[in-house]
């Protein structure tokens, strides 16, 4: 697998074409695979903000723009089973920990929970 570098912020990776039929299997593989991994699509503002968010931090992410991936719906759908409502995007799993939306990113932002978490994903060194 190729890595291309999409945005200053991280990492977009192309989904590959798996073995993997259920959604959801297929997510939590996706995020096991990177320290921070968002789930995103590419004109939504809020994943605009996470993935600013994260590079002004220092982090990485790896990226999957869901709108760039033939089966992007039913891993969206996926997501908004995961999270119990109807916000899908953006996703965000650190250390293959599903973290939330944006409002539980911000959340653990401002309480200065998320740089603990970072670390100890392996994501921020200092």
Known sequence: MQYHQA??????????????????????????ESAVVVFSISSCCMCHAVKRLFCGMGVNPTVYELDHDPRGKEIEKALMRLLGNSTSVPVVFIGGKLIGAMERVMASHISGTLVPLLKEAGALWL
Do not use: F, N
């Not at 991280?10 to 959604?23: E, I, K, L």
């Open 7 to 32: 945005e200053p912020w991280g990492y977009y990776v192309p989904m590959r074409t798996s073995m993997v039929s259920d959604p959801l299997e297929k997510v939590a593989r996706l995020a096991s």
